[in-house]
């Protein structure tokens, strides 16, 4: 196991980053989400690696679907 390695595994996971009770406080603390508007008949996501599309888009590409946008993916 490399230095940086070991010294990372030597934290215990409650010290690393935000714990989840913080960020679902923040969460809530936000409102309502604003809905998308998409003035397209067709989106076009256009990715280079596979599942790049998912990772990127898929928020979009879900609501462009729900608001019966069609969705083609290259």
Known sequence: ???????????????????????ASWLERQGPWPRPHFDVEVLLVLAAHPDDEVLGAGGMMSSAIAAGVDVVTV
């Not at 490399?2 to 913080?22: C, K, L, N, Q």
């Open 1 to 23: 196991m490399s230095v940086s390695a070991a010294r990372f595994a030597a934290i215990p996971p409650s010290d690393i980053g935000t714990a989840e009770p913080v960020w």
